[in-house]
């Protein structure tokens, strides 16, 4: 998969290409939905599936106090993104002169004179442009001129744990991670939630205790409330099942909320490596316990839980 800084380095091969423009934090149902689309369009024709995306959100250059805390960093989004069929992504900077062009303009001078896609797919909510003032009916208002085509894309629906019917979003995935509830967050992602980041050095707590562990440095990626978690971690190309901490330890003298996790089965000096964790379900509360022999025992049970439940085979 191609991936362009900008605009101005497009290859002419792109012309004509199936296009999907957004965020696309998460890769969730519905972005995969609008990708299966695309790739079934572009079939007939040959052409390219892109996508053009903003890095980084565009509200952290325009209200930074609003910016989402992302589902995906950058390396992963594109991952998934070529997971699900795309030949090419637009990386557009979230700069001021391109966030303040108007939706009309935004078309002509980005999509069309750019790209000159032979279709756009999106979903029904999609919005761009200045203020988000363009839409679906303004893509199909300029399709005509601008030499393309405009297909939107039904929203993903998935039953949550609750009973609640929902529209997968990038926004309902994070209401789930936030409180959570890493099950509904997989329900939409069609994967389980992972933190992603570098292996850093920690207090040593985990190995006074009997159970080493690995914490990560996972930037701005949205973290789960905090718990206890069976699921995963990948490092250095092997995949155990691991116990997941997300909290401040509140038994061991508390502090910033701390991301560690105890691998299975699997030791080593990770340190300054990437690492993945998988959330598959929570476990418990963070809780603080009257002695660090309390502590050592309750997590000896949350290690037995994960074996119960993960499996890596």
Not at 32 to 55: D, G
Not at 301 to 308: L, N, Y
Request: proline share 4%.
């Amino acid at each position: 998969m191609k991936v362009y800084q900008g605009t101005d380095s497009i290859d002419a091969d792109m012309r004509g290409a199936v296009l999907a423009v957004g965020n696309f934090d998460g890769v969730h149902l519905g972005h995969q939905r609008i990708m299966r689309t695309a790739h079934a369009i572009a079939q007939v024709s040959s052409a390219a599936v892109v996508v053009m995306t903003f890095e980084p959100h565009p509200l952290a250059i325009l209200r930074r106090e609003l910016a989402p805390l992302r589902l995906t960093p950058w390396v992963e989004k594109i991952r998934h993104l070529e997971l699900a069929g795309v030949d090419a992504v637009v990386r557009l900077e979230a700069e001021p002169q391109v966030l303040s062009l108007s939706a009309e303009d935004f078309v002509r001078e980005i999509l069309v004179k750019r790209i000159h896609p032979s279709y756009i797919v999106e979903g029904p909510n999609f919005g761009f442009g200045r203020d988000r003032s363009g839409n679906c009916d303004t893509l199909a208002a300029m399709s005509a001129k601008g030499g393309f085509q405009v297909r939107v894309v039904e929203p993903y629906r998935i039953v949550l744990s609750n009973g609640e019917h929902a529209e997968v979003s990038s926004t309902l995935v994070r209401r789930c991670v936030e409180a959570g509830h890493v099950e509904d967050a997989a329900a939409g992602l069609g994967r389980p939630y992972s933190l992603i980041g570098s292996v850093v050095h920690g207090a040593g707590a985990g190995t006074h205790l009997g159970f080493p562990t690995i914490n990560l440095d996972i930037g701005g990626q949205l973290l789960p409330a905090e718990g206890v978690y069976a699921g995963t971690a990948e490092v250095v190309g092997r995949r155990k099942a691991a116990a997941i901490s997300i909290g401040h330890r509140p038994t061991l003298g508390g502090g910033d909320t701390v991301v560690e996790a105890f691998v299975l089965d699997d030791a080593g000096d990770w340190y300054d490596t990437q690492a993945r964790l998988d959330t598959w379900t929570r476990l418990r509360d963070q809780v603080k316990f009257d002695s660090r022999q309390a502590l050592t025992e309750q997590i000896a049970r949350d290690v037995e839980a994960v074996r119960s439940i993960v499996s890596t085979e």
